[in-house]
């Protein structure tokens, strides 16, 4: 099995090397700037879009604080570039963005649970 990883690791890195990037986080944009050290991940959970304290209450228990970059929020819903409604508070949602040390999230995009 350890075998098959270092395998696995090392075809990936000549992969990198040969072309110069990867993606790894299925071909979504990050919208954090790399300096900002932070996870790029998928986190399903309930919107609470208080406007002075907007967070996600995952099915673990987390309360995640929520930032907006790809997407942002007027009134009771969040809203992309193009003025649409993609979820409203209270909805279940998968949020992809970069979750940080401090229990918060950068969010770039909504996906529908």
Not at 104 to 109: E, L, Y
Request: aromatic share 4%; charged share 20%; net charge negative.
């Amino acid at each position: 099995m350890l075998r098959r990883l270092v395998v696995a690791s090392a075809l990936a890195i000549a992969t990198v090397a040969c072309s110069g990037e990867i993606n790894v986080i299925g071909g979504r944009q990050k919208c954090w700037n790399e300096s900002d050290k932070r996870l790029a991940s998928l986190m399903k959970g309930t919107l609470n879009l208080d406007p002075a304290n907007p967070t996600l209450n995952t099915p673990e228990g987390d309360h995640l604080a929520l930032y907006f970059s790809g997407v942002h929020l007027s009134g009771s819903s969040l809203v992309d570039a193009n003025g649409t409604a993609v979820a409203n508070d209270g909805q279940v949602v998968t949020l992809f963005g970069g979750l940080g040390s401090d229990e918060s999230m950068v969010v770039c995009d909504v996906e529908k649970a």
